[in-house]
């Protein structure tokens, strides 16, 4: 298999864009990542997407963008995985890449969520759950997370406001990246404030929805000249059973143990070698869940690295260094690419504020559903073992 390189990223930012259509959002990043890359032409596009058929009425996404920006006769397809659409798009395509089938691809990752009630876009959200057992029962992704969480605290003896660092940690960081949503500062008295949603997930525990895409274009490692080149050192993806329920250890999240294991592994890299970690901060529960399943917690002590200060930009671990779901958004097919392009942004040393000082090796996860399908990606500058 070939190495891979991201020549060219771009990205709208996560809003609720009422004067922008699915296809000129999609269409925005692709063409902000083709001018990155210094290229008007690749072999083939990925789409990652979750709601389209729902929310926007528009199937067949490939072919959708190819023509809107201009891609003509290219291979053209959309992968759906949930909240995860965007990393696995970005999976196929390496793929196809490092397998010599082709020598380019553009992925963007694609979500128009606002276009549509409130209550209609928790019921799209809610087919990533298991249909027959958790949908039929009225449980919302929400609820399914209240009751881990609510286990978790039970078991390990964590107090709600032990997680608000996950939160002011996200805000602060999101302050400096102007495609974030929110721009708005958080402190452990207004997390504690916050309207519940649902016991004890609150407002600030929960990251938001919005319209939003992202895009990157990769290429053979060898064909890219631009410095620092950026390398896709590991790309791994697992999966658990759809339905929380049916877990052994619903506290655990076993694919994002099993991709990270995976990534490391085809690396060469352990945990301690990371620099930062974007990972998938849905909720609150869930950047513990990830820290811990990621080889970077014990079991029950992902809360220690926010309370112990570890995870600023300036910490041990930083994470979710341009406001992570929670405060830059989470347009659910879109995230995961919006994580690859926030890596290549700390990689190439762009982050300004946010910069994690020397930073050669970046993780990013990307989960869909409550930890049903899970990918893990790691890049790094070229050079770095």
């Known amino acids: 298999m070939r190495k891979i390189a991201v020549l060219g990223i771009g990205q709208t930012k996560v809003d609720e864009h009422w004067d922008k259509s699915l296809r000129e959002l999609g269409g925005e990043a692709a063409f902000l990542a083709m001018q990155d890359a210094g290229m008007d032409k690749v072999d083939a596009l990925y789409v990652g997407n979750m709601l389209s058929p729902m929310v926007s009425g528009q199937n067949q996404l490939g072919t959708f963008f190819s023509d809107w920006i201009g891609l003509w006769h290219q291979e053209a397809v959309k992968i759906e995985a949930a909240c995860g659409s965007g990393s696995a798009a970005f999976r196929s395509a390496l793929m196809a890449v ?91 008295e207004k997390f504690e404030k916050s309207s519940m949603v649902a016991t004890p997930i609150n407002l600030l525990d929960a990251s938001p929805v919005g319209d939003g895409a992202a895009a990157a274009i990769i290429v053979p490692a060898e064909k890219v000249l631009r410095q620092p080149k950026v390398i896709v050192a590991a790309s791994a993806a697992a999966t658990d059973t759809i339905g929380v329920h049916s877990r052994k250890d619903p506290m655990f999240l076993n694919a994002a143990y099993l991709s990270s294991k995976q990534a490391y592994a085809m690396a060469g890299l352990t945990p301690s070698d990371i620099d930062f970690f974007e990972l998938h901060d849905a909720f609150s529960i869930m950047a513990a869940l990830s820290l811990e399943a990621s080889g970077f917690a014990e079991r029950g002590q992902g809360v220690r690295l926010g309370l112990d200060n570890k995870i600023h930009p300036k910490g041990n ?20 690419m919006y994580q690859i392009v926030e890596v290549v942004q700390q990689l190439r040393g762009e982050c300004g504020a946010t910069q994690v000082d020397g930073a050669r090796v970046g993780m990013a996860q990307n989960i869909g559903g409550s930890g049903a399908t899970i990918m893990t990606h790691i890049l790094s500058v070229e050079g770095t073992k």
């Open 317 to 336: 671990l930083p994470i979710c260094t341009r406001g992570g779901l929670k405060a830059r958004g989470h347009p659910v097919g879109a995230t995961g």
């Open 98 to 188: 490092a397998s010599g089938d082709i020598e380019s691809a553009l992925v963007v990752g694609v979500e128009k969520m606002t276009d549509k009630a409130g209550k209609d876009v928790t019921a799209a959200l809610a087919t990533a759950a298991d249909a027959d057992y958790e949908l039929e029962q009225g449980v919302s992704f929400v609820g399914i997370n209240a009751m881990v969480m609510r286990r978790y605290m039970h078991e390990f003896g964590w107090k709600h406001e032990d997680f608000a660092p996950f939160s002011i940690n996200a805000h602060a960081n999101a302050m400096h990246n102007p495609h974030a949503r929110l721009h708005e500062k958080v402190t452990v």
